[in-house]
């Protein structure tokens, strides 16, 4: 089967390149011009996964098939996992699918799909960096299964906690970067919230350690803004701990470089790295295996293009794109534009510049810090409290806005406030 443009991969980026592409082409040439290809069938903002992790977003309510944003904004959906790569022939391969619930039962075969630009939008999973245990007993939040797993994990654990002697709940994350900081507030918020639905004789205390081998966390930020989120998260008792680092997990234990630690549950949230298989696509990669591109996003190949994540792309003389869902959205912008432009057959020189807006970071319900590039003066300010909560959520109100639309974004974000005022914060199931 032949497609002109293939996008595989429904994340911060691809998602939001196959709606623009999408609505340029599907409506004058139909929609099999634009196919997106994803191993979920449903799309989650991933910023969002630490809070599907602890329970305060549900992914049945937040989650939007992808089926149905294809339909909307007129590109074609197809589930699979992409296998192979065929780089110069322009062919790519989608695995077979199998039943869940028959194991051995095949419902779909092995498919092979020609195009002529393929853009690979597949994102990064975690660097266990041959942490000894980590990969056995560390929780990681790759995705909305990983989340998910976890989720129903610390239910368990909340509820052992609340029964056993011990009255005590060990959680160890470690990382400091913006994942471990937002996990560490949102599960204080979780744990607050759960107390409420006990009685006073199942409480329990609960022991949440930031664990992070720089000499401070959030260190890809202004050193105000590190001071400000490690002392917001003391407020919250969490313990932080920085030039600390993990050297081997165990079932119930994390050991540093300082001590040993006792532990209930880890979660591994260090560093990032793509997929082993993107070695076998037959395209150069860095060492964590993202994919090499040029100035324009292309790979050495001839309309071979690698965004968001997956892509190592440079930023200047000395730094690289950084992997975040600000830079997967100003590519998908820049590859609309390009796309385009060739497609009007015009001569595109421009290269993608990345414009850092500042980056903040969630510290639970009604707190967030950060820092923003003031467009014009290019000087850094820093922002914290409610302000910088409402400017972090306008990323994800954005994004929605690229899929779904302003008027549908509001009605949607209106629906799920009124939802949680209902039905509580928490979701216990
Ligand atoms: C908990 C957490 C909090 C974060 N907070 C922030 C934040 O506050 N601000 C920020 O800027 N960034 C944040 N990030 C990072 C941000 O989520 C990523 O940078 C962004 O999602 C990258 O977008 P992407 O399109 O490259 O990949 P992703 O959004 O990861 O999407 C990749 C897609 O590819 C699909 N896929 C993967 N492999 C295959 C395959 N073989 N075949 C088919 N489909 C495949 C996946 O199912 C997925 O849908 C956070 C990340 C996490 C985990």
Known sequence: ??????????????????????????????????????????????????????????????????????????????????????????????????????????IVPERVFSFERCILALGCGSNFFNTLGAEQHAYVLENVYDAQNFQVHLLNLFTKSAYSPKKVLN????????????LAAELTEAYQEILQTFGSSQYFDINIH???????????????????????????GIKVSVSTRAEEIGRDFVRTNHE?????????????????????????????????VNSQLQTPFEGVYAMGDCASCKWDD????PARAQAARQQAIYLHKLLYAHHQQQTFTEPFVY??????????????????????SGKNFFIQGLIAKWMYMSLHLMHHQAILGAPKTLLLAFARLVHRRVSGRLKLH
């Open 1 to 106: 089967m032949f497609y002109q443009y293939i996008i595989i991969g429904g994340g911060a980026g691809g998602l939001e390149l196959a709606a623009r592409l999408g609505r340029k082409f599907g409506r004058q040439y139909g929609r099999d011009k634009v196919l997106l290809i994803d191993k979920t069938a449903y799309h989650i903002w991933k910023p969002t996964l630490h809070e599907v992790a602890v329970g305060t977003v549900n992914p049945q309510q937040e989650g939007l098939y992808y089926s149905a944003l294809a339909r909307r904004n007129h590109f074609s959906f197809m589930l699979g996992n992409v296998i192979k790569l065929d780089p110069e022939n322009k062919q790519l391969t989608l695995a077979s699918i199998y039943s869940h619930q028959e194991q051995d039962e095949m």
């Open 171 to 182: 959680v160890n994350i470690i990382g400091g970067g913006a994942t471990g900081v937002e």
């Open 210 to 236: 930031l664990i992070e081998s720089a000499p401070r966390i959030l260190a890809g930020l202004p050193e105000h803004v590190s001071a400000q989120a490690t002392h917001a998260l003391q407020q919250k």
């Open 260 to 292: 040993t630690l006792d532990s209930d549950v880890v979660v591994w949230a260090a560093g990032i790295k793509a997929s082993n298989n993107n070695a076998l696509f037959g395209l150069p990669i860095n060492r964590i295996n993202q994919f090499e």
């Open 318 to 321: 000395e730094r690289y794109v």
């Open 355 to 376: 414009k850092d807006s500042g980056s903040l970071v969630s510290l639970g319900d009604n707190k967030g810090v950060g820092n923003l590039m003031g467009s014009l």
